[in-house]
């Protein structure tokens, strides 16, 4: 049995969303549950002594995490990482490392990725792995990586690359919640009373260009397992709930069957999803609201046909507005991610998509600056075109970093990302909409911090 510590390593600057082959800084004052530590609480807790600490979520310190995880001695880490926080965790780890002798192993999107690269510029990772589920990790923590699949193994001053098993249900023993510290987390635009994340599958099978996630293993998990998570958390005085999935149910049937075990195992949750606008329906958005739905978070991404298009998408702003409109009446409240910035995109495509979002009956929008994100085939095209360096990590903010992919000058851009955000909440009616659905705690503390996070944000 190893001492294991589960580690969410303390961010340089603005917070660092880790999680689930991501990684961005921030937006405003939110931070969830990150699911690949929590999966990993499952695998790993039978076989070995368990911590958990989330230095983000906690607003730790370098100096104040290190000491925590040197009280622990811990034999191995799994710690996330990310691009865009790549060189200053490594330094940390390194230093953990060097005081406690723990083998560590990272996880996010440079060892989904980009783990060689990663590797080769790192010093503190052993390993670096791009599956959180497989049973093989309880032998990795003692240092045995026999059967392991989907890991770069650092081997002396070479480098071994193992493939991922494809295929198959994603299954895994029961995470462990009460690890983590839920009252520390809290989801955009919510009550935030105890929250925690739950996962139902990996990948995605949809084919959108600018996002990496369709280049996951894609795994069901079965739904009796969901239930007996969602009835797991319900006895730990979980509230909220983020259902973590890139996709809330990719198919029709499978989001109203998941909406079925919400409301009868999740009884009294309240939670929000990423969902596809071409999923949803009004009979599936009538089983999410009864299954106690609060919020869905919708990829809309552009107004424009042609930039749809580039990106993998489709506007259909006729479908769009009638099902925003449904969710609406049904009290579920809606937020738009869109994207700026895209390559090639010009100023009337970029006005084209801000007035589609003030047109759409949205609570909220997200305006994402675009990023070439490891893993995305429009990475790869720019890579193609000479336009991104592979080796290149440092630009894959959406959050808080204007690019020069578009037809436009990065300050340009940056001035087009702050109106869009402006003209969208400072609207009377949008202003008042969210004085009546919007809780007030949440609010003030999220209002504060989109305007912190719009201002600081760079070209």
């Known amino acids: 049995m190893a001492r294991v510590l589960l ?51 906690s607003e730790l310190d370098p100096e104040r995490t290190l000491e925590r ?37 990272g996880l ?21 792995l791009s599956t959180f589920t497989d049973p093989a990790l309880t032998r990795l923590a003692d240092g045995d990586d026999t059967g392991l699949g989907g890991a770069c193994l650092r081997r002396g001053v070479n480098v071994e690359t193992r493939a991922p098993a494809l295929g198959g249900e994603m299954r895994y023993p029961l995470p462990r919640h009460e690890l983590f510290p839920l009252e ?44 007996r998570e969602l009835e797991y958390v319900r006895l730990l005085g979980v509230r909220e709930l983020y259902v973590r999935d890139f996709t809330f149910g990719p198919t029709r049937s499978r989001a109203r069957e998941l909406s079925r075990v919400l409301r009868e195992a999740g009884s009294g949750l309240r939670w929000s999803a990423e969902c596809r606008i071409d999923v949803l329906d009004e009979q599936t958005l009538d089983l999410m609201r009864e299954a106690g739905c609060e919020v869905i978070l919708v990829g809309i991404e552009t107004g424009d046909e042609a930039v749809a298009r580039r990106l993998g998408k489709s506007v259909r702003a006729e479908r769009t507005h009638r099902v925003l409109q449904h969710a609406r009446e049904l009290g579920i409240r809606s937020c738009g991610h869109f994207v700026l910035g895209s390559p090639e995109e010009t100023r009337d495509e970029l006005t084209r998509t801000i007035r589609h979002a003030r047109a759409l009956p949205l609570d909220y929008a997200a305006f994402n600056l675009y990023a ?31 690019s020069a992919y578009a037809n436009m000058s990065p300050a340009e851009l940056l001035r087009w990302f702050r109106w869009g955000v402006l003209s969208f909440y400072l609207r009377p009616s949008q202003m008042l909409r969210l004085t009546r659905t919007t809780p007030w705690p949440t609010l003030a503390r999220q209002g504060t911090g989109v305007l912190r996070g719009l201002f600081e944000a760079r070209a």
């Open 7 to 57: 580690l969410n390593p303390p961010a340089p600057g603005r917070p660092v969303l880790r999680d689930f082959a991501c990684g961005e800084t921030t937006k405003a004052d939110y931070y969830w549950a990150p699911i690949d530590l929590l999966v990993l609480s499952g695998v790993l807790a039978r076989d070995h002594d368990l911590a958990v600490l989330d230095a983000v979520a």
């Open 108 to 128: 996010g999107d440079v060892a989904s990725f980009a783990a060689r690269d990663a590797l080769r510029r790192t010093s503190s990772f052993d390993a670096l």
């Open 184 to 227: 520390r987390y809290r989801l955009p635009f919510t009550r935030w009373e105890r929250c925690t994340s739950l996962l139902t599958l990996n990948g995605c099978p949809f084919q959108c260009t600018f996002c990496a996630s369709r280049n996951l293993p894609y795994q069901l998990r079965p739904l009796e397992d969901v239930a």
């Open 372 to 402: 070439p994100r490891l893993g995305t085939t429009m990475r790869s095209d720019l890579i193609t075109l000479g336009r991104v360096v592979a080796e290149d990590f440092g630009d894959h903010d959406v959050s808080g970093r204007a």
């Open 69 to 105: 995880a040197r009280r622990f001695r811990p034999d191995a880490v799994f710690s996330l990482t990310a691009a865009v926080s790549l060189a200053a965790d490594d330094a940390f780890l390194a230093q953990l490392k060097q005081e406690t002798g723990a083998r560590v192993y």
